[in-house]
């Protein structure tokens, strides 16, 4: 049963509130993660807990328990010059910004004159996502995967 500290692996696919599909496992083989620590967004780990192998899911996830509402503090108007050694500009390209944070992925959402408007919200932030699977493997973690925080994909077969 779907537990903490318990390593699991998931079938999924994930829509957005207009039932366009933005991420699914399938090609890929399942997702690994470790139950109740922070690798997988809280609200699908929330629906997942108690389900057992072979289990199939559905789950409604409000942005706030996904990643969270659209912040626009993070989209940003920044001079053409600070992106120095790129000869052309494009919407949907994706840089690292460096920040009193630390780094930060962003999204160009606009290019202007002599402005490039960036957004570091994650893509999915401010929606609402439908997630559906089934549970394919629960496994003790290792005491390895417990110190690390995360499953160790090439180790999975214990």
Known sequence: ??????AVAIQYSVKDETGTQVDSSEGRGPLWYLHGHRNIIPGLE???????????????????????????????RV??????????IDIGMVFNAQTDGGPVQVEVTAVEDDVVVVDGNHPLAGKALSFSG??????????????????HEGDNAH
């Open 1 to 6: 049963m779907i537990a903490q500290d318990k």
């Open 46 to 76: 929330n629906a997942l807990q108690g389900l057992k192998e072979g289990d199939t899911f559905s789950a409604e996830i409000a942005p706030a328990d996904a990643y969270g509402d659209h912040n626009e503090a993070l989209v940003q």
């Open 79 to 88: 001079p053409k010059a600070a992106f120095q050694g790129v000869d052309k």
């Open 134 to 151: 089934s549970i394919e493997t629960v496994r003790d973690a290792t005491e390895e995967e417990l110190a690390h925080g995360h499953v």
